[in-house]
């Protein structure tokens, strides 16, 4: 069985890129969230076992959907996605919990490779 996958960005795009390159790698898409209020929403419906965040969304941004994921279940991948690719946000990011960062624009092999690197441990 596959690992579950829920992608977390507010670009329909982005979300169907990670989720079309994913799939082809044994990850199954449970849930996608365009904010991160609807991320928190269905995260624990969902329960996946990686999670793609974007940071800057309306509602919620993704340092704070971070932080709330990780209350529910500390345990989670979580791989950040996002065109903030200053060192300041990547370190707040990976404080809060996330394990990865991947700068946008990425490429297919990109996102395979920092998802490798990010469940390399298990």
Do not use: W, Y
Request: hydrophobic share 45%; charged share 25%.
């Amino acid at each position: 069985m596959g690992l579950k996958l829920m992608i977390v960005d507010d670009s329909n795009i982005i979300r169907s890129k990670i989720a079309r390159t994913l799939s082809r790698h044994d990850m199954a898409v449970v849930a996608t969230a365009g904010d991160g209020e609807e991320a928190v929403r269905q995260f624990s419906a969902a329960r996946p076992d990686v999670v793609t965040m974007d940071l800057t969304m309306p509602r919620m941004d993704g340092l704070e959907c971070i932080r709330a994921l990780r209350r529910v279940n500390p345990q989670v991948h979580i791989l950040v996605v996002s065109a903030l690719a200053d060192k300041a946000t990547a370190i707040q990011a990976l404080k809060e919990g996330a394990q990865g960062f991947l700068c946008k624009p990425f490429s297919e092999a990109d996102l395979t490779e920092a998802m490798d690197e990010l469940l390399g441990d298990d």
